[in-house]
């Protein structure tokens, strides 16, 4: 049985002890550099579609070592860049699904979010797994299970709220907090499921 949404929040703030400030930094370069591709004169839109999606990967590693093996090392941030074809491809594939997805209808787009969400980590796991192949899986993993991570998505809501008061500088803590819950979530996940969760399994469109 799956833990509840509150003991996967619990764990994410235990792991995040001692390292609020490394996360908050973290997350702060991230953004920066996303920003700064992003205002590049002419390429800018370019730059944000080669290197955005593999930044954004790299920071849910670092929340993920931080999780899993209790420290927070920065330059995992752009660990992306390593295996950049398989972790471009992939991430470019979950934003276009889902983006096809929200033209539909805004709850199909949510759903299918919800059902791509364990993309990032599969990826870290299984470097065989790449493009369709760890998205089925990330699909198959969140078959029955898409509701509890939307829930647990929905219980931030309170705290990004909060960090408007803050101009902003709270989302620099609100998102590590919200990533190592997403790490907790995969792991208990993963743990229910065991390793044999079948790949084969209906296409991601």
């Not at 209790?70 to 995992?76: A, F, G, Q």
Request: glycine share 8%; charged share 10%.
């Amino acid at each position: 049985m799956l833990k509840p949404n509150s003991a996967l929040r619990t764990e994410a703030y235990a792991a995040l002890q001692g390292n609020w400030l490394m996360a908050a930094v973290t997350t702060l370069i991230n953004m920066a550099v996303a920003a700064i591709l992003g205002n590049i004169p002419w390429i800018g839109w370019i730059a944000v579609i080669l290197i955005g999606p593999v930044l954004g990967w790299g920071l849910y590693m670092v929340f993920y070592d931080l999780f899993r093996e209790h420290k927070l090392v920065i330059n995992t941030l752009f660990g992306g860049f390593n295996d950049y074809k398989r972790v471009l491809g992939t991430m470019l594939l979950v934003q276009v699904y889902t983006f096809l997805w929200t033209l539909l209808l805004i709850v199909p787009g949510i759903i299918k979010g919800c059902s791509y969400a364990m993309t990032p980590f599969i990826l870290r796991e299984h470097p065989e797994l790449s493009y369709n192949a760890a998205i089925e899986k990330s699909m198959a993993m969140m078959e029955g299970n898409k509701m509890k991570f939307f829930l647990l998505c929905l219980s931030f809501i309170g705290w990004a709220i909060l960090c408007l008061l803050t101009l902003g500088i709270g989302y620099l803590f609100l998102y590590p907090y919200i990533y190592t819950s997403f790490v907790a979530f995969y792991e208990d996940l993963k743990a229910q499921q065991g390793e044999a969760v079948i790949v084969d399994t209906p296409q991601a469109e």
